[in-house]
């Protein structure tokens, strides 16, 4: 669950493109419908859908579960992102051998927010969790009903692979493009609502060609934000890395010194490099 930030500048500036009906995603061979008076857009790797005649907003996020034990241990965490926290309310319910659904609670730019989660699991690759999110007191079953009808609608078929993306790389072609270097990440936000607030934030995850890695990063905010973890941004975070092959795709493995792992999906399109759909740009390594 990952970008989520992004529904903060939907809301704010309420744009909203103008999809309607069934979209389909071929390379990622995923297919769901916007329903009757909603419309939808995609912005960076989250699927955002609002109306016109009813409140409230449905965002559609990949997760990289296997397996229904991973799928409940991602939803539990939540999450916490920008100017988002969403928490867990109540016990995660198993809908079917391929998906669960939570009721969750939180706040998106300073306001308050509740609705439901329900998280697919998909044999042929990444998953998806839609979220059908609204004020609590506009809270209603109607808002459970939406999030319900486009996961209803979800069907998953075999990726059709691009030239643009990363089907077809393997974890060695990475290593020769990216290791050794320096991954550099940088992202800003501020609401035009008043009192909204804003951050500035950047990454480095240096590559040192002998397997270790350094992560820094640093953060300005003027509001509060349960993102930024010091102990994993402030540069003790060293540890090893490498690139894996995982479900036809490559992920930068990095293990960090007090035992946390973190996988990230690794991405080219129009020669650019993402990581979990974050732009990242190479520089020279600084490794000691």
Same mark, same amino acid.
């Given at each position: 669950m990952k970008k989520l930030i992004y529904i903060i500048m939907i809301i704010s500036s309420s744009i909203y493109g103008q999809l309607t009906g069934r979209v389909e995603y071929k390379e990622e061979g995923v297919i769901f419908d916007i329903p009757t008076n909603w419309v939808g857009q995609e912005v960076e790797e989250v699927f955002i859908m609002g109306s016109q005649k009813e409140a409230g907003l449905v965002a559609i996020t990949a997760h990289p579960a296997r397996n229904l034990k991973e799928l409940q241990d991602n939803m539990q965490l939540g999450l916490q992102e920008g100017g988002v926290t969403l928490r867990l309310k109540n016990n995660l319910k198993k809908l079917s051998n391929t998906s669960v659904e939570g009721m969750y609670e939180g706040v998106i730019d300073n306001q308050k927010v509740q609705g439901n989660a329900i998280g697919l699991l998909n044999y042929y690759g990444e998953g998806i969790v839609i979220f059908s999110l609204i004020s609590p007191d506009l809270f209603s079953n109607r808002t459970l009903?939406?999030?319900?009808? %486009?996961?209803?609608? %979800?069907r998953f078929n075999t990726p059709q692979p691009s030239n643009n993306s990363s089907n077809g790389l393997n974890a060695a072609q990475v290593t020769k493009d990216l290791g050794g270097n320096k991954l550099i990440y940088s992202e800003s936000y501020y609401s035009n609502t008043p009192g909204g607030g804003g951050y500035e934030r950047s990454k480095e995850i240096n590559l040192c060609p002998n397997g270790a890695f350094t992560y820094y990063g640093s953060s300005y905010l003027n509001f509060t934000d349960p993102n930024f973890d010091p102990y994993r941004k402030n540069g003790q975070s060293h540890g090893t890395w490498k690139f894996i092959d995982q479900n036809g795709s490559v992920y930068l493995s990095l293990n960090y010194r007090n035992g946390s792992k973190e996988n990230l999906l690794v991405r080219y399109k129009d020669d650019k490099t993402f990581l979990d759909g974050g732009r990242y740009y190479l520089g020279d390594v600084t490794c000691y």
């Amino acid at each position: 669950m990952k970008k989520l930030i992004y529904i903060i500048m939907i809301i704010s500036s309420s744009i909203y493109g103008q999809l309607t009906g069934r979209v389909e995603y071929k390379e990622e061979g995923v297919i769901f419908d916007i329903p009757t008076n909603w419309v939808g857009q995609e912005v960076e790797e989250v699927f955002i859908m609002g109306s016109q005649k009813e409140a409230g907003l449905v965002a559609i996020t990949a997760h990289p579960a296997r397996n229904l034990k991973e799928l409940q241990d991602n939803m539990q965490l939540g999450l916490q992102e920008g100017g988002v926290t969403l928490r867990l309310k109540n016990n995660l319910k198993k809908l079917s051998n391929t998906s669960v659904e939570g009721m969750y609670e939180g706040v998106i730019d300073n306001q308050k927010v509740q609705g439901n989660a329900i998280g697919l699991l998909n044999y042929y690759g990444e998953g998806i969790v839609i979220f059908s999110l609204i004020s609590p007191d506009l809270f209603s079953n109607r808002t459970l009903q939406i999030g319900r009808e %486009v996961a209803n609608s %979800v069907r998953f078929n075999t990726p059709q692979p691009s030239n643009n993306s990363s089907n077809g790389l393997n974890a060695a072609q990475v290593t020769k493009d990216l290791g050794g270097n320096k991954l550099i990440y940088s992202e800003s936000y501020y609401s035009n609502t008043p009192g909204g607030g804003g951050y500035e934030r950047s990454k480095e995850i240096n590559l040192c060609p002998n397997g270790a890695f350094t992560y820094y990063g640093s953060s300005y905010l003027n509001f509060t934000d349960p993102n930024f973890d010091p102990y994993r941004k402030n540069g003790q975070s060293h540890g090893t890395w490498k690139f894996i092959d995982q479900n036809g795709s490559v992920y930068l493995s990095l293990n960090y010194r007090n035992g946390s792992k973190e996988n990230l999906l690794v991405r080219y399109k129009d020669d650019k490099t993402f990581l979990d759909g974050g732009r990242y740009y190479l520089g020279d390594v600084t490794c000691y």
